[in-house]
């Protein structure tokens, strides 16, 4: 059974940069036909889809967080990471990290999610 | 704004049928990108509950289902329990934005 752990800073200054990383357990981050992506969600509010990335390095971002996002990954550490620069208080969340599973044709679904971690952006 | 619109809020009794709607673009579910939707227990992270449209994963009782017609989708759930008051999120492909998108989400009560 697979299993997702986000770890990182629950605060962060503004200006200051968000890094979070999660930890795959249950199975290689290599196995598979699978992208990795960051997911977050304000309090109180619905799911936003913030990039993935294939373990090739590839990688895809939201466009409205494009300018500030980076996702990598470390197969030798069985896991992947999302920095995020220059956070405001827009950017308070619960932060998700998911497998993303290839399910047929253009079908790709969340399959797998880690339980999420709060991250505030506050002075 | 969420690129897939969802009503904010449903309710059904015990043991009814309801539907909740999914409403895309020509970008999106119109263009034929798969709807997939995961169900979200208070303080806890969402779970898949309908992928590719219509498919169960394996566990989710045969109560809920999925379909897709158009430029929409609707998750359909009989037989409604207390157990699924929850919040549900519908979920596709856009190939504007060249991103995964979410539906705002649905607030459902049971009464």
């Known amino acids: 059974q697979v299993q997702l752990q986000e770890s990182g800073p629950g605060l962060v200054k503004p200006s200051q940069t968000l890094s979070l990383t999660c930890t795959v357990s249950?199975?290689?981050?290599?196995?598979?036909?699978?992208?990795w992506t960051w997911i977050r969600q304000p309090a109180g509010k619905g799911l936003e889809w913030i990039g993935r990335?294939?373990?090739?390095?590839?990688?895809n971002y939201n466009p409205s967080l494009k300018s500030r996002v980076t996702i990598s990954v470390d197969t030798s550490k069985n896991h992947f990471s999302l920095k995020l620069n220059s956070v405001t208080a827009a950017d308070t969340a619960v932060y998700y990290c998911?497998?993303?599973?290839?399910?047929?044709?253009?079908?790709?679904?969340?399959?797998?999610w880690g339980q999420g971690t709060l991250v505030t952006v506050s002075s | 704004q969420s690129v897939l619109t969802q009503p904010p809020s449903v309710s059904g009794a015990p043991g009814q049928r309801v539907t909740i709607s999914c409403t895309g673009s020509?970008?999106?579910?119109?263009?034929?990108?798969?709807v997939h939707w995961y169900r979200q227990l208070p303080g806890t992270a969402p779970k898949l509950l309908i992928y590719?449209?219509?498919n169960r994963p394996s566990g989710v009782p045969d109560r809920f289902s999925g379909s897709k017609s158009a430029t929409s989708a609707s998750l359909a759930i009989t037989g409604l329990q207390a157990e699924d008051e929850a919040d549900y999120y519908c979920?596709?492909?856009?190939?504007?934005?060249?991103?995964?998108?979410f539906g705002g989400g649905t607030k459902l009560t049971v009464l």
């Open positions: 998911a497998r993303v599973e290839y399910c047929g044709g253009d079908c790709y679904v969340f399959d797998y």
């Open positions: 249950g199975g290689s981050i290599n196995s598979g036909n699978y992208y």
């Open positions: 990335i294939y373990t090739s390095g590839s990688t």
């Open positions: 020509s970008s999106n579910i119109g263009a034929g990108y798969d």
């Open positions: 590719g449209n219509s």
């Open positions: 979920q596709s492909f856009d190939s504007s934005l060249s991103g995964w998108v």
